[in-house]
């Protein structure tokens, strides 16, 4: 698996290029070194059109109700995902990653995730994240 990424500061972006088969351990891998790069909120690009996951959607759901439940100081920022509209699984796997307040989701070109991103909030990492409304 290879994952290429490079980071955009002025603009609060990260970008990173995943390729080949993806395992979740390489995946939480990059998770982490995003979060220890101080880069939570910043926007994320994903492009994952040839990445291959080696997981299933159940340990992917597990996956992502971890990190909801991972207490954050500052806000996270949105994710775009760019898509093979080929094939459904990896939507399905991916569009999961959505986590309370952060919101991400699945574009089949870059063109429209970046437009998208670009009209998203830019998060300062000083900021408190927002508390969850009770219904």
């Known amino acids: 698996m290879s994952i290429k990424s490079s980071v955009d500061h002025p603009n609060r972006l990260v970008y990173a290029f995943f390729s080949g088969p993806l395992s979740l351990l390489e995946l939480a891998g990059f998770a982490r070194e995003v979060v220890s790069s101080g880069l939570l909120h910043y926007r994320k690009l994903f492009h994952v059109v040839e990445a291959r996951p080696d997981f299933t959607e159940r340990e992917m759901a597990a996956m992502a109700q971890v990190l909801r439940e991972q207490p954050v100081k500052i806000p996270r920022g949105p994710m775009a995902f760019v898509i093979d509209p080929e094939r459904g699984d990896i939507v399905k796997l991916f569009a999961s990653l959505d986590v309370e307040g952060r919101p991400a989701k699945v574009f089949r070109n870059v063109h429209e995730a970046r437009k998208w991103l670009g009209e998203q909030p830019v998060a300062d990492?000083?900021?408190?994240?927002?508390?969850k409304l009770v219904k």
């Open 125 to 131: 990492e000083r900021d408190p994240p927002k508390p």
